[in-house]
């Protein structure tokens, strides 16, 4: 089991930035990707950056993150995060760490393990 805990998030204003942090506890890592996962009012769960734990960290990333979002991870620490940049008010969501045991996954139906969820919203 992974037990996944959340922190981060807010309100920001079009343009800005946050940060996400996801600690996972319970199992070694070794083997897994971490990433997130995020949900709009009346939308389904939309992928949004995955990283593989081994190794340097491959990465993959939603096109429409791809240079305003960078995931990254930190071993020691069994925590990995989101930065979020130049956030635009369609960025607004519901945001959650998500983890699975495995190769880099894009499809929210293959994460076993899943954190909290905390609110980002972009004001306009």
């Known amino acids: 089991q992974v037990q996944l805990v959340e922190s981060g998030g807010g309100l920001v204003q079009a343009g800005g930035s946050l940060r996400r942090s996801c600690a996972a506890s319970?199992?070694?890592?070794?083997?897994?990707?971490m990433g997130w996962v995020r949900q709009a009012p009346g939308k389904a769960g939309e992928f949004v950056a995955i990283?593989?734990?081994?190794?340097?960290?491959?990465?993959d990333y939603a096109d429409s993150m791809k240079g305003r979002f960078t995931i990254t991870k930190d071993n020691a620490k069994n925590t990995v995060y989101l930065q979020m940049n130049s956030l635009k008010p369609e960025d607004t969501a519901v945001y959650y760490c998500?983890?699975?045991?495995?190769?880099?996954?894009?499809?929210?139906?293959?994460?076993?393990?899943w954190g909290q969820g905390t609110q980002v919203t972009v004001s306009s």
């Open positions: 998500a983890a699975r045991q495995g190769w880099l996954a894009r499809s929210t139906n293959d994460y076993a393990y």
């Open positions: 319970g199992r070694g890592l070794s083997g897994h990707t």
């Open positions: 990283i593989y734990w081994n190794g340097g960290g491959i990465r």
